[in-house]
């Protein structure tokens, strides 16, 4: 069986990361498999090569190029004689759906991994169009997957879909142990007791302005001092630079930009606490990750991660965009370091539940269900 996966690129992102995970292992059930990206930062690229899986970027002038994007990916279909065609995000899904119409006998999957109403603040005819040719293109899948149950319901509510599966994201514990052992030395990790990591995409939706706010009362009101790792880029980095500046918390912080994954293993395995303070989140791959290394890991209620998670067992979970409660899950950590040590080991059994190999067979079936 051939498949197309269409996403728009292979950036440091949730969607990437599972692919990253989730390909290799599809490959080595048989199945052919060929990546088209929509445009460049192409960040795993590398790692789906050491595989043998290619990877084609497609270049397209804009995302919206939409005659360009059919008329590419419509010549990689065609000269890869793809059986299925598998989305992801908005643009991969729509191109892949959108092809199909030209192939009778190719089945797509579109694969949803972020809630769609965290798009619906966003006002004005063009976002209305938007949202309207998603929805009504979406009788041209032949199967609609959602990461989290939470994800599910949002798109159920929002277009009122019906019968879309639930498929959880995963981890490969396999390649982070074996990350482990060739384990790279970090900088970042000397000359502090405590560490505190966060990883992410420099966004408004990952909350990384609250936890400065944190770590800045923390200092202020409990003398409490621990070096904050900021794994990640993006557009909000120099308004954070600022930020840490004004409120006389640089030499805390330290802003990695974006990390291989070799290094960023090492690092999470030596800190004492992760934090995921993130507004809207349809999974939580690092906090699986973090989980499964046994650190203590501070997330916030919401979506996909309160769905698998269980505060005070696992992690401590605190409301989104509250500075107080997460300046408090962070006093506690730092403080009490048995229950730092007991949530992690705790952690590691609830991180196992999500590994690749549990989710791979979920696949196989549906991928074989849909060429019968």
């Not at 793809?82 to 995000?89: R, T, V």
């Not at 005819?125 to 041209?140: C, P, T, V």
């Not at 019906?162 to 490969?172: A, H, K, L, P, Q």
């Not at 409490?224 to 930020?243: C, F, H, M, Q, S």
Request: glycine share 6%.
């Amino acid at each position: 069986m051939k498949i197309v996966v269409v996403i728009p690129t292979l950036g440091y992102g949730g969607a990437e990361r599972l692919l990253v995970t989730l390909l290799p292992k599809l490959k080595a059930q048989g199945y052919e498999i060929k990546v088209c990206l929509l445009d460049k930062d192409y960040c795993y690229e590398g790692e789906l090569d050491s595989f043998g899986i290619e990877v084609v970027n497609l270049n397209l002038t804009h995302r919206w190029s939409v005659f360009e994007a059919m008329m590419k990916l419509s010549k990689e279909v065609k000269g890869f004689k793809a059986d299925i065609l598998w989305g992801h995000l908005y643009f991969g899904i729509l191109y892949s759906r959108l092809v199909s119409l030209f192939y009778s006998d190719i089945k797509v999957i579109s694969h949803l991994h972020y809630k769609i109403s965290t798009d619906s603040v966003k006002k004005g005819l063009w976002y209305s169009f938007r949202n309207w040719i998603f929805d009504k293109s979406q009788k041209l899948d032949f199967s609609t997957v959602a990461v989290s149950k939470s994800t599910q319901k949002d798109y159920e509510d929002f277009f009122n879909w019906r019968d879309i599966e639930v498929i959880y994201n995963v981890i490969d514990t396999k390649a982070i142990d074996k990350a482990l052992k060739s384990r790279v030395e970090s900088s970042y990790l000397y000359d502090f007791e405590d560490i505190v990591l966060i990883v992410g995409r420099l966004h408004e939706s990952k909350g990384h302005r609250y936890l400065i706010d944190a770590i800045y009362r923390l200092k202020m009101e409990y003398a409490l001092t621990p070096r904050v790792i900021v794994a990640g880029d993006g557009y909000l980095k120099e308004e954070l630079l600022r930020k840490i500046r004004d409120l006389g918390v640089k030499e805390q912080f330290i802003f990695t930009g974006n990390l291989e994954q070799k290094e960023l293993f090492s690092i999470m395995s030596l800190v004492d606490i992760v934090v995921v303070p993130s507004l809207f989140e349809a999974f939580g791959i690092v906090a699986l990750e973090a989980m499964y290394l046994q650190r203590a890991t501070i997330t916030t209620k919401i979506d996909g991660l309160k769905e698998i998670m269980i505060d005070r067992e696992d992690t401590i979970q605190v409301e989104p965009k509250s500075v107080d409660e997460l300046k408090e899950a962070l006093a506690l950590l730092l403080r009490d370091k048995t229950l730092a040590k007991r949530l992690g080991e705790n952690a590691k059994l609830k991180a196992l539940e999500y590994d690749v190999a549990m989710s791979v067979n979920r696949w196989v079936e549906l991928f074989e269900r849909e060429i019968r």
